[in-house]
Every structure is written in C-alpha cells, then in structure tokens.
C-alpha cells in the first residue's frame, strides 16, 4: 500500500513538474518573442547609466517617502533611508552596466533595486 502511494505521489510531482520544460512562454494571446541579445544589453546598460547619472535624485525621492511613512521622526529615519536606497541603485547600476551583460542570455535581467522593492529609477513612485 505504502509503494503505491508513493509512485502516486512521483507521478503526481512529476505531472506538475512538466510546464517547466516548456521551450517558450506562453501569455493569453499567445507566444512571447524575446529581443535579440543585443538589444538586451544595450537597454541594461542604458538602465545601469541612467541609475548611476540620476542617483543623486534619492536626495528629494526618500525625503518624500519618508516623510510621508514617518511623519513625526522622518529627520531620524531620512539619512539612513536615503543612504542607503543611494547605495543600492549605485550598486544596481554597477550591476547593470559591468555583471548582467555578460550573462544576459541566460538569465533575468531584473535589476537589484527590484529585490529590495525599490522602483527601477528615482523618479518613479514606490
């Protein structure tokens, strides 16, 4: 009883497992064309560039943000907040413009500022 079970349970972790070998994503409308290799790199060096030229806009960007999530103690919470969000997107755009072109092919491209949940340039809202 227990060996049926189990060979149940593989075919079943095995029938879901199959999307994931799937050669090309699929939306509702139907396939999705990825840009030559490229193009790719050119917009994320072009990205990493515009990040690093306009890093400094953190300086007004977390002063909004702050002051709007910490309305009494934003002059506590505003440098450590505005360092480091300026330390990630610098670190995002050297990121961009000398790591992620090398393996773009093969992987995401979805810049660092992503993973701590900031917007991909300053000026955008969070």
């Known amino acids: 009883m227990e060996k049926k079970i189990t060979w149940v349970l593989i075919g079943i972790l095995f029938?879901?497992?199959?999307?994931?070998?799937?050669?090309?994503?699929?939306?509702?409308?139907?396939?999705?064309?990825?840009?030559?290799?490229?193009?790719?790199?050119?917009?994320?060096?072009?990205?990493?560039?515009?990040?690093?030229?306009?890093?400094?806009?953190?300086?007004?960007?977390?002063?909004?943000?702050?002051k709007k999530a910490h309305p009494k103690a934003w002059p506590l919470t505003y440098p450590p907040r505005f360092f480091s969000n300026m330390a990630i997107r610098v670190g995002s755009s050297v990121n961009d413009i000398?790591?992620?072109?090398?393996?773009?092919?093969?992987?995401?491209?979805?810049?660092?500022?992503k993973r701590f949940e900031l917007p991909d340039y300053a000026w955008e809202k969070e």
Not at 28 to 44: D, L, N, P, R, W
Not at 98 to 113: I, K
């Open 98 to 113: 000398l790591v992620l072109p090398w393996y773009v092919r093969w992987s995401e491209d979805t810049p660092l500022t």
């Open 15 to 66: 029938f879901w497992a199959q999307p994931l070998f799937a050669e090309e994503t699929v939306k509702a409308e139907g396939t999705v064309k990825k840009e030559s290799v490229f193009k790719q790199i050119a917009s994320i060096e072009g990205r990493g560039a515009m990040n690093f030229l306009t890093s400094p806009g953190e300086f007004s960007a977390a002063f909004k943000t702050e």
